[in-house]
């Protein structure tokens, strides 16, 4: 009886109608060394009740009592507690009726006759018990960590040595469209899950793994129905006891509306820096045209503008020579000096049909034309012909040619662009020819370099507010104010660009501030309020903005003296500012923002109105409630009208 030699503490639970027998049992126990503390029952509720006040370590129970029976007691302790063991001690019963209780979930059967027996029986069931309950303890453990796999939003696959799968969960199946009964057993790089991963990223992969590193990143993976999605991926080898890998198991996250964000966001990025450059472009030529006397140069900084930014592979300027009554290229580039020198009489050609008709004559595939100078373009390896008219007083002097061995992209803001310097060239065409033209050459100019800004703001409310036009409508507000409270005509110009431009600094804040659903912390409005100088730090270097820079720069200034970033007052805000400052808080009001919904045109008129004298110049409130009066302005959807 080694085993229960020490002085352990047993609680025994002694089922029993006969207190002296149970007194027996705790003595004969005791002298087995335990220190007993025991207790008797002798009906259904007061076992239960025991077993509900108390721990046991075993429950010792008398075969049949008047009233109660081992049948019962055994039915009310399993419930209680399965692995709880429980020993049959009763006066001598047959074989069948022992083997009978011990089917029914007894441990054991012990004779009173053979009581000798019992120490090592509770002390062989107490061990069992133990370990019993270890393994249904490590079984519920499984169970939650097999629900987490199963149920969780990680997709998990798992692969046996060679690479078959051995296991998806569901999440998996949703992401990837594949049912898990269609991948089991297969290798892994036949099916779906990453099958775009380029054969170098593989072998890394393979290789890291492998070697019990793991490996992790994000890839690209193609679901079932062939559409893309990005997944950060994790993938680690398990072990057994012998440090054989016996299976791969692969994590992943579905991270494609994360990486399909950043993307729009990238574009939108590349978007705008082009359009910074095309100004820059415009301005160059500007200059040029200002600035030399030969149309030549002028000409040729055009075309350098058109290669550099618009990727086109040869380009030419041709001119009227109304001595051969033929189109001849003044500058070109990227084409074959007979291609060049060679002229085009009037009427002849896709050069003719440009002049005779007008119009931007686009022709993607240049071998479908006919005529002998497109068909040495052709074999010049060109495709993609574009030529523009280039009108002077309502006549046509020139044509601009651009050519692509490709297709030009299908982008509007290409074209526009493309458009742009058409007219510069046609500018400076007109003033090489005559000087006095210099003012409207200006004109001209500044209606380039409009469409460009336009297209710049267009592209700033999308990243901003995700609905083009509102900056181009307050915009029109503002220069509607501003002649409202007289404003010269050749301020408004101006005055109408800096109100496009108010928010180009914005370009400069994260997303994750600019977006931010909630209030901004301290570190976030450091930066937010940093707008109004990078709109100033980018744009002062732009001549022609240079009047504008009042409005991006100080739309933030309070009337009090409290705005940013200069924290200027009254009089000393610009004019123009002053009134843009009210029409932006308006619009912004009235708008949905990440942070908070749009407020109705009452309660925006409203808190303009009571912050007069505060936020705002009180003479440009006035105007504008007088405005907002006589010309309701619906300062338009999203949700302009919606309740606050
Ligand atoms: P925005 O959204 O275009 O707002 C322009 C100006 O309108 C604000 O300049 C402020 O004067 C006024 N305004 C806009 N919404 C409210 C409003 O709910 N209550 C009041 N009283 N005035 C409003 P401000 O405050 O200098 O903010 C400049 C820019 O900073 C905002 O341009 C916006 O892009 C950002 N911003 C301001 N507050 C928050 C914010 O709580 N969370 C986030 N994520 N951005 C904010
Ligand atoms: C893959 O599963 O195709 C890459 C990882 C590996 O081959 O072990
Ligand atoms: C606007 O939509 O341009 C006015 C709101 C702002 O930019 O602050
Ligand atoms: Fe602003
Ligand atoms: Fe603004």
């Not at 058109?306 to 041709?318: D, Q, S």
């Not at 046509?396 to 050519?403: A, H, I, K, P, Y």
Request: glycine share 6%; with cysteine; net charge negative.
């Amino acid at each position: 009886m080694s085993e229960a030699q020490s002085s352990q503490l047993l609680r025994v639970l002694c089922v029993e109608d006969v207190e002296d027998d149970a007194v027996l049992l705790a003595r004969l126990l005791q002298r087995s060394g335990w220190t007993v503390r025991w207790h008797r029952v002798d009906s259904a509720a007061s076992l239960a009740e025991a077993l509900r006040a108390e721990a046991w370590d075993v429950v010792l129970c008398d075969y049949r009592m008047p009233g109660f029976n081992a049948h019962e007691a055994l039915r009310i302790v399993r419930a209680h507690d399965p692995d709880l063991p429980f020993l049959v001690v009763s006066g001598t019963v047959g074989e069948e009726l022992a083997v009978e209780m011990m089917r029914a979930g007894a441990n054991d059967y012990v004779m009173k006759d053979n009581l000798t027996r019992l120490p090592a029986a509770i002390a062989r069931e107490l061990r069992e018990a133990e370990v019993r309950r270890a393994r249904r303890q490590a079984e519920a453990q499984a169970r939650l960590l097999w629900q987490a796999v199963e149920q969780g939003s990680s997709l998990v696959l798992v692969m046996d040595p060679e690479r078959r799968v051995t296991y998806v969960n569901r999440r998996w199946t949703e992401v990837t469209g594949i049912p898990a009964e269609e991948v089991l057993g297969r290798p892994v790089e036949e099916i779906g899950l990453l099958i775009s991963l380029p054969d170098e990223l593989r072998r890394e992969i393979r290789k890291a793994v492998e070697s019990g590193k793991g490996w992790r990143g994000e890839v690209q993976v193609r679901r079932k129905d062939g559409s893309p999605a990005w997944v950060m991926l994790a993938i680690s080898a398990l072990w057994d006891e012998t440090g054989q890998t016996f299976r791969f198991v692969c994590v992943a996250e579905d991270v494609t509306p994360l990486v399909e964000a950043e993307e729009r966001e990238r574009r939108l990025r590349e978007r705008l820096e082009r359009q910074v450059h095309r100004l820059q472009a415009l301005r160059l030529v500007d200059t040029a045209i200002t600035g030399s006397f030969d149309l030549r140069i002028t000409l040729n900084v055009i075309l350098d503008q058109l290669t550099i930014h618009l990727g086109v592979e040869a380009a030419a300027v041709l001119l009227l020579d109304p001595g051969t009554a033929s189109f001849r290229a003044v500058v070109a580039r990227g084409l074959r000096r007979d291609l060049v020198t060679q002229g085009v009489r009037i009427g002849e050609g896709l050069v003719g049909r440009v002049v005779l008709g007008r119009e931007r004559l686009h022709v993607p595939n240049l071998s479908e034309v006919p005529g002998s100078r497109e068909a040495r373009l052709v074999a010049e390896g060109f495709r993609a012909y574009c030529a523009l008219p280039l009108t002077i007083k309502g006549q046509v002097l020139g044509v601009l040619e651009t050519l692509s061995r490709k297709d030009f992209p299908d982008d509007p803001e290409w074209w526009e662009f493309l458009e742009a310097l058409a007219g510069q060239a046609a500018v400076a065409i007109d003033n090489g020819t005559l000087l006095e033209n210099l003012q409207r050459a200006n004109l001209e100019l500044q209606r380039a370099y409009d469409a460009t800004l336009e297209g710049w703001s267009r592209a700033m409310d999308l990243r901003d507010r995700e609905t083009e036009g509102h900056t181009q409508r307050v915009a029109e507000l503002t220069v509607a104010l501003a002649r409202a409270m007289g404003v010269a005509e050749s301020e408004i110009v101006h005055i109408r660009r800096g109100a496009l431009l108010h928010d180009i600094g914005k370009i400069g804040v994260p997303d994750e501030i600019l977006r931010k659903p909630g209030p901004l912390t301290e570190e976030e409005w450091a930066i937010m309020r940093l707008h109004p100088v990078y709109a100033y730090r980018w744009l002062a270097g732009i001549e022609f903005l240079r009047p504008a820079l009042d409005i991006p720069y100080a739309h933030h200034e309070r009337w009090d003296g409290t705005g940013y970033p200069r924290g200027l007052r009254g009089e000393e805000i610009p004019l123009s500012a002053r009134i843009f400052a009210v029409v932006d808080v308006y619009d912004a009001l009235t708008s949905e923002r990440p942070y908070r919904p749009a407020w109705s045109r009452e309660k925006a008129l409203q808190y303009i109105r009571e912050q007069a004298g505060k936020q705002f110049d009180p003479a440009v409130v006035e105007a504008f409630l007088r405005l907002m009066e006589e010309e309701p302005f619906t300062l338009p959807e999203p949700g302009a009208a919606g309740p606050p």
